[in-house]
């Protein structure tokens, strides 16, 4: 279904992030509605001792992302939010055609694909917003799109709520233009990105300045270390060698984030130039 309504916007009008021009409804689906959805409390204290279980709650909040993105598409496909969801949620989903087919609307549009991210080189323990159109790679600071950050255990934001609709518009792909980003790095910038278990590397020709919107700090970095949100990892178990008893091990999602560099360079690198070492999950990173 979800080909078919992309399939379908194909033909449509020319996309738009204005809530005065798209339908009421849909325009809710991809900022009201994802605001729910992702402040939803999906566990308690007690999963962390299951199994498996964050992960299938993530798929959950995934699914439920993904489904709005589609109904708001369905009512009004010039919906460039709806677009940008779907590009970023299907290749959490493991649907990479679903994604492609989402990722040439927006960037045709002139919208962005956007993820959350944890900046480990900089600060882990806040969030980072990573935009990707067809000219360069941006960096906001999660306070420029949000405003005044709350901030739970561990100093970890929160998400606001579903009256900050421009918020959930920036996260959808529809960044406010008189924001200047943290970082603007143009794909001619980037020399490699590596994928590892849990992050993605991006090596540039010049070093950037990111700060950090709770410690007041700045990071000057030759690469950006990038944890974009959207998998997670899974346990698995093994018997270590020489050993009697079996163990567990965790494993990074890191065919996710193979797949998350690739897509990335089809829609911005024609000319090649930006390396893709080969996958080889292991240990760390």
Known sequence: MAL?????????????CDPAELDARSYRLTTRAQALIINDPRGS?????QLGKHEEQLADLNDASAYAAERAIEIDPRNLMGYGILARVGLALGQPERAEAAWARVLDGGGAVVWSATLYDVDARTYFFLAFDRRALRVYRMEQLAGVVKRGFYGIPEFPGQDNERFYAAWAGCLDPSIRPDADVPWSEVREIKAGNWVLWFKLAHPVSIGSDRTGKRKELREIKANLHG????LEVYKPVGADQLALRGRGPAGYQDAVRRMI??????????????LKPGVGW
């Open 4 to 16: 078919a309504l992309i399939a379908a916007g194909a033909t449509a009008e020319t996309l738009t």
């Open 45 to 49: 204290w007690w999963d962390g001792f």
């Open 231 to 234: 998998q997670t990892g899974s």
């Open 265 to 278: 360079v089809k829609f911005v690198d024609a000319d090649h130039h930006i390396a893709l070492p080969p």
